[in-house]
């Protein structure tokens, strides 16, 4: 139990330190300091301060991608589908806001092998997400001359989420799903409710 409660630290520590120094900002022994721990701390549980990263990617991409499954399968129509997974995914990345930082924008530091896995990750997302856009084109519930770059936008906006939202901002995590997922019907051409 001990050695969870230690990784879990570890993690915690390194999304602060690479939100706030960037990956090649922050050194292991930064890490290890913010978690409490020793400087070899880090080395007892992960090969690399590269090994850690790509595991607080993987998790963050893994989450995402069963959100935005689970968002599809809750409803039948293109447009119901859409409002739920752009709901999700900005409550997500609102919520989770300086984890989303870290792991969509430390893509760069990962091996080629880690980045390979987590962009396979990304594509299975956007796959998703363009299905939907397509699935309402095709039913003519969207209006929408091209899916994939609206897709590709819808996913922008809502990782940009965590560049931006603020815990103590005007809007909460709701607030900004609601939002969001009206603008999105707004992008795709969805008939007004």
């Not at 990956?23 to 850690?52: C, N, Q, W």
């Not at 129509?77 to 997500?92: K, N, W």
């Not at 590709?152 to 989420?161: E, P, R, V």
Request: net charge negative; aromatic share 6%; proline share 4%.
């Amino acid at each position: 139990m001990a050695t969870d409660s230690s990784r879990s630290r570890l993690r915690e520590a390194a999304v602060a330190a690479f939100a706030e120094r960037g990956f090649h900002g922050t050194t292991t022994r930064d890490i290890a300091t913010t978690a409490g721990m020793s400087p070899a701390a880090l080395y007892v549980h992960h090969r690399s301060k590269e090994e850690l990263l790509h595991e607080l990617s993987l998790q963050g991409h893994e989450a995402t991608l069963r959100l935005v499954r689970d968002a599809i399968a809750r409803h039948d129509s293109p447009t119901e589908q859409l409002r739920a997974l752009v709901h999700d995914f900005a409550v997500h990345h609102a919520r989770g806001h300086t984890h989303a930082r870290v792991v969509n924008y430390e893509l760069a530091a990962l091996s080629p092998e880690h980045l390979a896995e987590i962009l396979a990750l990304r594509h299975e997302i956007d796959r998703l997400v363009r299905g939907v856009v397509e699935a309402g084109a095709a039913a003519g519930d969207f209006d929408v001359p091209c899916p994939r770059m609206a897709a590709t936008a819808l996913l922008s906006l809502g990782i940009d989420i965590a560049r931006w939202y603020d815990d103590g901002g005007r809007w909460s995590p709701e607030d900004v799903a609601d939002g969001y997922a009206d603008m999105a019907l707004r992008i795709v051409g969805a008939a007004p409710r």
